[in-house]
């Protein structure tokens, strides 16, 4: 079977837009306040669909038409802004990259789910406001092909004389 390797390019695209499914739960109001707290869940294909294991797995969260509603960048483990620049845990922004320090949250088996919990906070008053989330992540290619993998044997017998 030949293979392209431009095709796997594509295929990992396709397989990441494809294959995991991202939902937010619903809001959590916290007693005291204006805050409130969700649930970022990534859920990856299993085996009998396809699935494979996912390393560096990183939670993107973003308010959309927010009308002054900011959402708390997680303290267990580093976050960037959509420039890439480092943002410090704990702060109030619109958008955030987090990737988790925990081993296990950034990792996906085949099957897998994981989920983050996020704060946010809303001005006083009332309005709407949208939750979007997604994540990025790389096959994991230890997983996918096999590494020091033994070839057939070959074999041929002599005689000497």
Known sequence: MAINLPDLRRAVILYI?????VSVSDLTPVPE????TFVVTATNASV???GIALRNVRYQVR???GGGVRVVVPSAGASIDGHGHPIAANSQVEFFSFDPSDANLSFLQPGGSHGI???GVRPPGEGGF???ASILADPDIDNLFPRNFRSSI???????F
């Open 17 to 21: 837009e494809t294959k995991i499914a």
């Open 33 to 36: 306040g204006f805050a409130f």
């Open 48 to 50: 009998a669909e396809g």
């Open 63 to 65: 308010v959309l038409l």
């Open 117 to 119: 919990t996020v704060t």
């Open 130 to 132: 949208n939750i979007a």
């Open 154 to 160: 070959g074999e041929r017998s002599f005689q000497i």
